[in-house]
């Protein structure tokens, strides 16, 4: 009977320390947690400042900036419009289509065509290129979609020629 006493009471010790540990667990988990979110709040509140001061110095540059800023140069010596222009691509005639605004192409597109998408969709990446680059100048066919880029080149260009 006495070792039943000794067995209960080593088990209640047992019981009574896990607990404890436990208890204490869970104390340091939801600091950690606390400690976590003040970390996240802090960075949150950084990130804040950082933009507003980010904001307010693009705005001062930005007002200096305007100040000083004068009507963007006519690179192309192209007056405003929308000017049509015909090359030939691997089907026949290209048309296209080239919008200029305050002297700048703005817009390309092609209006008319007998060449295969597949060839088109290909050659179709030198629109963006003309455009960044403001004219033909430089601009390199697509291979595999040889025929269609030369059409949209010297459709552009031709466009380009009746702009100036």
Not at 102 to 110: A, N, Q, T, V, W
Not at 135 to 145: E, L, N
Request: hydrophobic share 40%; glycine share 10%.
């Amino acid at each position: 009977m006495r070792m039943f006493w000794v067995r209960s009471a080593d088990l209640l010790v047992i019981v009574a320390a896990l607990f404890i540990y436990q208890s204490q667990a869970h104390v340091r988990t939801q600091i950690i947690s606390a400690q976590e979110e003040q970390q996240k709040a802090l960075r949150v509140q950084e990130a804040y400042k950082e933009a507003m001061d980010k904001i307010a110095m693009d705005k001062t540059e930005g007002s200096q900036t305007a100040e000083n800023t004068q009507e963007p140069e006519n690179v192309l010596g192209a007056a405003d419009g929308i000017y049509t222009g015909t090359g030939t691509g691997f089907s026949g005639d290209l048309t296209v289509e080239v919008t200029v605004e305050k002297g700048k192409i703005r817009d390309i597109s092609i209006t008319d065509t007998q060449d295969d998408d597949d060839y088109l969709d290909r050659a179709s990446a030198l629109l963006g290129q003309i455009m960044d680059a403001q004219g033909t100048d430089g601009i390199d066919v697509i291979s595999g979609a040889t025929y269609s880029s030369k059409g949209i080149l010297e459709a552009v260009e031709h466009a380009l020629e009746g702009a100036g």
